[in-house]
């Protein structure tokens, strides 16, 4: 959050995002990221994605359970709430969400923002992006207004990552990609693998093909020989959903590409990710410098 003083006029950036970006909380929190939890229905029970249901509890249920679960965006009711509660006059609010091609979320928002106009300035960014690439703009966006950076600035930079972003994820299997529905240009993949591994990738706000791995291993290798091949990275992160002994290792594998001996961010996908992902998933975000 920034605040600026311009005489007696005082504002602050607050930045908000959606749940499907798998920020960590703490780090959230750290950077004052207001985060609006989407909903994962099982059967008639709907639960508040991180907050209803813990990522442990959800995947017991998903892996064990009877029920497959859905997803759905937040309401216009819900960010209208949302959006009241943190701001104050003259603030402006960015919210920076998933792609509007896999979810409503960013249309709600976009509804609320309509609803508080009179009251509430609220400026949305669609990523056209999924799991820590939109994380990583909200953090962006986050950074920029705690450095004093103006409104314009802050959207520019959440933009600018998002458009330099790169997702690849290997899958253990489709089956929970194609039952919520998300399956988009990979389709034609669905029926001949067999026991060949997916990997995919965010295309125009979209999931599309990327490669195939005849074993796990060899999945992973392909995931590092393509952040590899991007060229010069200002941030990675690796993204997992039950198991994160190989995301650990991807991390350690990776991080020498990072400037400034820093480390690639280590996250586990939340429960409405999961629910599209399945288990057993290890993505890696990417963003490539300018």
Known sequence: M????NGDLRMAIKIVTDSTSDLDPNLADDFGITVVPLNVHF??????????????????????????????????GEFVDIYNQISEP??????????????GTINSAQQAA????GNVDVRIVDTQQVSMTVGLSALGAAKAAKEGKSVDECI??????????????????????????????ARSLIGGLLKI???????????????????RNMGLMKLEQAVQDLGQLDDIAIVYSTDD????????????????????????????????????????AAITSD
């Open 43 to 76: 059967g008639e029970k709907v639960f508040k994605d991180g907050i209803d249901l813990n990522t442990d509890e959800f995947f017991d249920k998903l892996i064990n359970g009877t029920v497959f679960p859905s997803t759905s965006q937040p309401s216009i």
């Open 156 to 185: 520019s930079i959440a933009e600018s990552i998002a458009k330099r972003s790169n997702f690849f994820a290997l899958f253990d299997t489709l089956e929970y990609l194609e039952k919520g529905g998300r399956i988009g240009k």
């Open 2 to 5: 920034a605040i600026i003083s």
């Open 90 to 103: 003259n603030d402006v609010i960015i919210s920076i969400h998933v792609s509007s091609k896999l979810s």
């Open 245 to 284: 002994l190989d995301a650990k290792s991807l991390a350690t594998s990776v991080e020498h590409l990072l400037p400034d001996n820093r480390s690639p961010f280590l996250t586990r996908v939340g429960p409405v990710i999961g629910t599209h992902a399945g288990p057993n998933l290890v993505a890696i």
């Open 197 to 215: 591994r997916p990997i995919l990738r965010v295309e125009d706000g979209e999931i599309g093909q990327f490669s195939k791995a005849r074993s």
């Open 114 to 117: 309509n609803t508080v106009s």
